[in-house]
């Protein structure tokens, strides 16, 4: 077969057969999308779509928790550098400075809402920890290691006492392009699969809105090995970049330095092994016993997550003792670990470990995506009507390393103001163009080899060869996009797993140095001329990286 670097340019699914209208339709159902709509629904009437249940997204699997300063010792300053620091020369201060100095009053709203953070020692205060790359202790937790379960079940409930009206199963397939009385491109709303509990397609229709906001989380799922559950497959920014819209930073892929090793042939959702552990005082030892982050970086195993991760990855590359695919985390010094890390005894007691007397195997795997579709923290993009806020979106806020516990609050912050801002204003009516594309599609059976490209040469550490490997493998699974194929829910995520994977690769080809979370083994260190985004656009389904 041909390899082909043309992807899909629409979803192929059935003709729709209804439609309906509403002012604001909200594509996907974690932190950012749940915020947004509990800030628009006083005002506004809103459909939540999302193609699973409610809280199938990251948002109920994140463990650490949420950053904001709220110690009296710490200062919104500490955060700021910290947030520079970690993101490598790529943040944008701006952003950066809103999302700091509003994080703490998005934490009391989420109290206000209900959420139960778990307490500090003296009371009336919240009990606050360490991850990687903080300077103060800032990390709200709730239920030790639930944090995400919290938040999620503080806006899952919020969202239908307000009366959102909240669709699942309802895979959001393209947007349907309009033009506005003064001849702009823009959003007319949504073209949407109902599929059944099987992922098969029931009926197609539209849902016609003044504003679509994308919330649809990140793509780790395009990775073999990821900490992110089944559902998060990219398909918001795959549905952003077939509407014309631009991402950017696409190639920085934060991996989580430690989820569970569980066999060097272990693929999907790994638990994840917070690092609160390690801000709690555990440390990382390779197989011979020796420190992994001693003399590395000042900060040692608290060090930012990208530094962690290559640390590790690199350990791991030299085999001490013959172990060449984990690490081991020492939490046995880690006093009450049961009673603080709930989530995480339960996952090494199932793998058959005491983390209290033993040590746990860990390693790398995609956790999180640092770039997304170009927006401002309010969410707006270059297309008119069309929003993108939470992982989906790429603000500036995490450059090219998150720092850890800044998304949740980036979620909630950033939804709640496009939520606010439409409040205040909806886009202007439009009508709708004549812009329909033939759609295809790749089989879902494609994804096992898109994955697995993807870990083995997209990884951590990355080489010229293997970046051109990936290139050739997903341009011959390009080769296979057909009309023909069946609609399902597998193979639109198929198909969006592919849009993303190809650009990520363009992109992380056409960076040549080492910066963040994108390390190439040729170029070992940043370079100035590099100090800049690579954007990314699909034309007429070719991915194009500037
Ligand atoms: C963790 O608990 O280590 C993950 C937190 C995060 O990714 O922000």
């Known amino acids: 077969m041909l390899a082909n670097n043309r992807v899909p340019r629409a979803l192929a699914a059935p003709e729709p057969t209804w439609s309906v209208e509403t002012d604001v339709v909200i594509l996907g159902s974690g932190a950012a999308g749940l915020s947004a709509a509990l800030a628009l629904r006083p005002v506004r009437e809103v459909v939540l779509v999302t193609k699973d249940t409610l809280d199938a997204g990251s948002t109920n699997w994140a463990q650490g928790g949420l950053a904001a300063v709220l110690d009296p010792n710490d200062s919104l300053e500490n955060h700021v550098s910290d947030t520079l620091e970690a993101g490598a020369g790529l943040c944008d201060e701006e952003a950066v400075r809103t999302l700091v100095t509003e994080a703490p009053t998005a934490i009391r709203y989420l109290m206000e809402l209900g959420a139960a953070f778990d307490p500090g020692e003296s009371s009336g205060e919240i009990a606050l920890t360490r991850e990687g790359g903080h300077s103060h202790r800032r990390i709200v937790h709730a239920g030790g290691d639930q944090s995400g379960a919290e938040v999620q079940r503080t806006l899952d409930e919020s969202v239908r006492l307000a009366g959102v009206q909240v669709v699942e199963r309802a895979f959001a397939l393209d947007v349907v392009i309009g033009e506005t009385a ?88 790994q638990a994840l092994i917070s690092e609160a552990v390690r801000g709690e005082g555990a440390i990382l030892l390779d197989a011979a016993g020796q420190r992994v982050m001693k003399g590395v970086h000042p900060q040692e195993d608290l060090a930012p997550r990208d530094v962690v991760a290559s640390a590790i990855s690199r350990r791991m590359a030299e085999s001490p003792a013959g172990v060449s695919d984990h690490v081991y985390l020492d939490a046995r010094r880690i006093e009450n670990f049961e009673e603080r890390f709930p989530s995480i005894t339960a996952s090494c007691n199932a793998a058959g470990i005491d983390p209290t007397s033993e040590l746990i195997p860990v390693a790398p795997a995609a956790h999180y995506v640092c770039g997304g579709v170009k927006a401002s923290l309010n969410g707006e993009t270059s297309l008119a009507g069309f929003f993108v806020v939470g992982e989906a979106a790429c603000t500036g806020v995490h450059g090219a390393n998150r720092l850890a516990s800044n998304s949740l609050t980036e979620g909630v912050v950033a939804g709640t103001r496009v939520g606010r801002a439409l409040s205040w204003e909806l886009p202007a009516k439009v009508t709708v163009s004549d ?48 009309a023909d194929v069946v609609p399902t829910r597998k193979a639109f995520e198929a198909t969006n797993m592919l849009t993303i994977a190809m650009a990520v690769v363009e992109a992380a080809r056409t960076r040549e140095e080492s910066r963040g979370c994108h390390r190439r083994t040729d170029f070992d260190a940043p370079s100035r001329q590099w100090l800049r985004h690579l954007t990314c656009r699909l034309v007429d389904g070719k991915v194009e990286v500037k």
């Open 435 to 482: 812009e329909d594309v033939d759609g295809e599609l790749i089989d879902s059976y494609h994804r096992a080899a898109l994955r697995s490209a993807m870990s083995r040469y997209v990884g951590v550490l990355r080489t010229p060869e293997g970046l051109e490997s990936a290139a050739r493998i997903l341009g011959t699974l390009a080769s296979n996009a057909s």
């Open 182 to 269: 003064s001849g702009q491109r823009a959003v007319a709303g949504v073209k949407v699969a109902m599929l059944d509990r099987n992922g098969g397609v029931q009926s197609v229709g539209i849902v016609y809105a003044r504003a679509v906001i994308v919330a649809t989380g990140g793509y780790g799922q395009v990775y073999a090995s990821t900490s992110n559950p089944p559902a998060v497959t990219g398909d918001g920014i795959a549905l952003a970049l077939r509407a014309g819209v631009e991402a950017a930073d696409l190639e920085f892929i934060q991996f989580h330095p430690t989820v569970l090793w569980s066999g060097s042939e272990a693929t999907g959702q």
